[in-house]
C-alpha cells in the first residue's frame, strides 16, 4: 500500500487557470505538509496541517490555500496560476513534531506543475 | 532567518567514501534530519541527530556538532545506486522545516 498518495502526478495548464492537487496518506500520521521545489531543486515548505488546524502558513501567495477534510488528506487548491507556479509539489506526512521522536517525513511523489 | 548551506555538487569513485557538508545559521533547533532524492523521485529519510556526536546506520552516519553549527554524512562503500541529491534538514521550531540548498552526488566507476 502506498503510505503517501498525490494525485495528479503530472498537470500542465495555462496562466490564469484554477487547479487542485489531492494528497492522501495512510500511515495515521498527525501532521501533513505541502512543499515546493523549484528547479533548482530547493525544497521550501509551504503549509503543514495538524489535527485538520493549519498550524503554519509560510509567505506564500494567498492564490494557494490547503483544504484538509480531515486528518488523512490535505489538497492543494492554486488560483490563478502564474509561470513561477511552475514546479513540483510534494505532500508529506509525519507524526506530531511536538511528540515525535525522528521527526521523519514521508513525502508523496509530487506533482509537477507546469504553467504555459 | 534559517540557512543551511551544502556544497552543489559532489563526485566520488565506486567503494570509496564521501561526506557531504551542511553548515547552518538558526537559533535553535530540535535536530538534524538528511533525506535523500533521486532524480524524478520523492525525498526519503535517512537519519536522524537530535543530539551532538555519530549515529550510524548501515553505510550511512550523520554527525552534528552544534557548537560548530555544522554536520554532515557520510557514506562508506559507495555503490553506484547512491547517486543522488541530499538534503539536511532542521526542525526549528512547531511544525517548521527547513531544508539545505541540497547536493548532488554522483558516484563513478
Known amino acids: 500500500d502506498t503510505a503517501v498518495s498525490q494525485t495528479p502526478k503530472y498537470l500542465v495548464t495555462q496562466m490564469g487557470n484554477d487547479k487542485s492537487i489531492k494528497c492522501e496518506q495512510n500511515l495515521g500520521h498527525d501532521t501533513m505538509y505541502w512543499y515546493k521545489q523549484d528547479s533548482k531543486k530547493f525544497l521550501k515548505i509551504m503549509f503543514s496541517?495538524?489535527?485538520?488546524?493549519?498550524?503554519i502558513n509560510e509567505t506564500v501567495p494567498n492564490r494557494f490555500s490547503p483544504k484538509s477534510p480531515d486528518k488523512a488528506h490535505l489538497n492543494l487548491h492554486i488560483n490563478s496560476l502564474e509561470l513561477g507556479d511552475s514546479a513540483v509539489y510534494f505532500c508529506a506526512s509525519s507524526q506530531d513534531p511536538e511528540r515525535a521522536i525522528t521527526y521523519e517525513q514521508y513525502f508523496g511523489p509530487g506533482t509537477r506543475l507546469t504553467v504555459t | 532567518g534559517q540557512s543551511l548551506e551544502q556544497p552543489s555538487e559532489v563526485t566520488a569513485v565506486e567503494g570509496a567514501i564521501v561526506q557531504i557538508n551542511c553548515t547552518y545559521q538558526t537559533s535553535g533547533f530540535y535536530g538534524l534530519s538528511w533525506y535523500q532524492q533521486h532524480d524524478g523521485g520523492a525525498p526519503t529519510f535517512l537519519s536522524y541527530?537530535?543530539?551532538?556526536g555519530l549515529e550510524e546506520t548501515g553505510r550511512f552516519s550523520s554527525f552534528l556538532s552544534r557548537s560548530d553549527s555544522y554536520g554532515y554524512l557520510l557514506l562508506q562503500e559507495l555503490q553506484m545506486k547512491d547517486s543522488a541529491s541530499y538534503f539536511c534538514a532542521v526542525r526549528p521550531w512547531g511544525n517548521q522545516f527547513y531544508f539545505g540548498t541540497g547536493t548532488s552526488l554522483t558516484v563513478i566507476p
Open positions: 496541517y495538524n489535527n485538520k488546524e493549519l498550524i
Open positions: 541527530n537530535a543530539l551532538d
